[in-house]
């Protein structure tokens, strides 16, 4: 099974070469998920073979620490302007999901397991389950959250006229964390270094701020 | 290669050690992220640095992959199918939504905030 799921993974590293603009992880997990389907696994059983790949995330955020040590100088230059849109960006993404949500009627486990959308997943899960939400769910909502920002990002930034590399960076990696930070690495190392950092920021943030939030609106 | 992987994996472990043993909010790889810093800043600081390349190399080479390491949680998608039908519109809208807001205002307040502070051509250094 294992295997399978390799098989298609390999696939999406083909495809990306392919198509530069299309969402690698997307076109993986649909792969993999149909492939899934097909055979008629459950989850679990996947998860087990491939929890080895899971668990690089965790390597990958220290891993992190290398960009940001390269580029020192430029990262200590910008550190006003990157705790302002820290705390404007971390609150907006949090406070318009949570709004709209509540607008929707959803119940406060699923509005609980939406506040850390914008976190990288392993931290997302443990907001979600510390505010009573639901920490699978919270998981396949930051990546669906990640996947929207890694697919919008570059279009939305050259909008707005944006072309600080700096400030998109961090914007791509504070709304859509890894898969923002993946994406802007694509698009440009400066880029994808602020986005690590944003990635970091947010997560201590967010696990401070979703309660707070979280408990005003409720 | 083994010896920069070690290291990561080492920082990673303090990490989460004091991540548990002191229970602060802070999530253990973040912590490792912050502890690898702080050791190759400290190693600039000595008198005959040490070479970083055995584990800036292993470093850079598993961030060149990071989008494929979000697929194993990415499936997960398929055992939440009935909650994200019950609240699929709902779902979409609000992550679609706070999901480009949250885009907008981060690159809008940090371009903002670094124009104000740095007239002084402090510009991004990539186009």
Known sequence: ?218 | MIPGVALILLCQLAGEALAHGTGWPLPGPVLGMILLLALLLANDAWPRPVETGFVTAPAEGLLANLSLLFVPAGVGVVGKLDVLSQYGLGLAVALIASTLIGLAVTALVFAGVARLMAPAGAKGDAA
């Open chain 1, 1 to 218: 099974m294992t295997l399978l799921a390799y098989v298609a993974a390999d696939r999406l590293s083909a495809m990306l070469r392919r198509h530069p603009l299309a969402n690698p992880v997307l076109i993986a997990v649909v792969l993999t998920a149909a492939l899934l389907g097909a055979t008629g696994t459950p989850y679990r059983t996947y998860f087990e073979g491939a929890q080895f790949v899971h668990f690089l995330i965790g390597p990958a955020t220290v891993a992190l620490a290398v960009p940001l040590y390269r580029n020192r100088q430029t990262v200590l230059r910008a550190i006003l302007p990157m705790g302002a849109a820290l705390l404007a960006g971390s609150l907006a993404a949090m406070l318009s999901a949570l709004l709209i949500g509540r607008a929707f009627g959803m119940p406060e486990a699923v509005l609980a397991s939406l506040a850390p959308k914008s976190v990288t997943a392993g931290v997302a899960m443990g907001i979600a389950e510390g505010l009573g939400g639901d920490a699978a769910l919270a998981a396949v909502l930051v990546i669906l959250t990640g996947a929207i920002g890694a697919v919008t990002v570059t279009p939305l930034m050259n909008g707005l006229r944006l072309k600080d590399m700096r400030a998109r960076g961090f914007a791509a990696g504070l709304a859509a964390h890894g898969l923002g930070t993946a994406r802007a690495f694509h698009v440009n190392p400066l880029a994808g270094t602020f986005a690590g950092i944003a990635l970091a920021l947010n997560a201590l943030l967010s696990a401070i701020l979703a309660p707070i939030v979280l408990r005003a609106l409720l």
